[in-house]
């Protein structure tokens, strides 16, 4: 843990934080509150993750450097997150699948 948090105890009610926004994004009335906050949540803990990789700290006794791919999945997390919570949308383009199963049945008469 940082020197600069302090309470030492924190990443047990961060890891508890963690698990209550995941069980939130499974109901849909807690969705977007339990994604906000699970953003929030990330953003928070990201100094600190950065501050274990350049430290060298041991992780499991092993060598930090499983904790550089922490930082760019928390990167993944929280646009899942966004995404989950309806903060963000991805448009589509062109025609998905059931556009293409279409234009194939009306030039071919085959599905």
Do not use: C, H
Request: hydrophobic share 55%; proline share 9%; no cysteine.
């Amino acid at each position: 843990m940082p020197p600069f948090v302090p309470f030492p105890s924190l990443i047990y009610l961060t890891g508890a934080l963690e698990l209550l926004g995941a069980v939130g994004l499974f109901v849909a009335n807690t969705r977007r509150p339990a994604g906000l906050g699970l953003v929030a949540l990330f953003l928070v803990m990201l100094p600190a993750n950065i501050y274990v990789a350049v430290s060298d700290v041991p992780f499991n006794g092993a060598p930090a450097t499983p904790l550089w791919a922490r930082i760019p999945e928390q990167v993944l997390y929280i646009g899942v997150a966004l995404w989950a919570a309806g903060a963000l949308r991805f448009g589509r383009r062109g025609g998905g699948a059931a556009e293409f199963t279409q234009a194939v049945v009306r030039t071919d008469g085959v599905v």
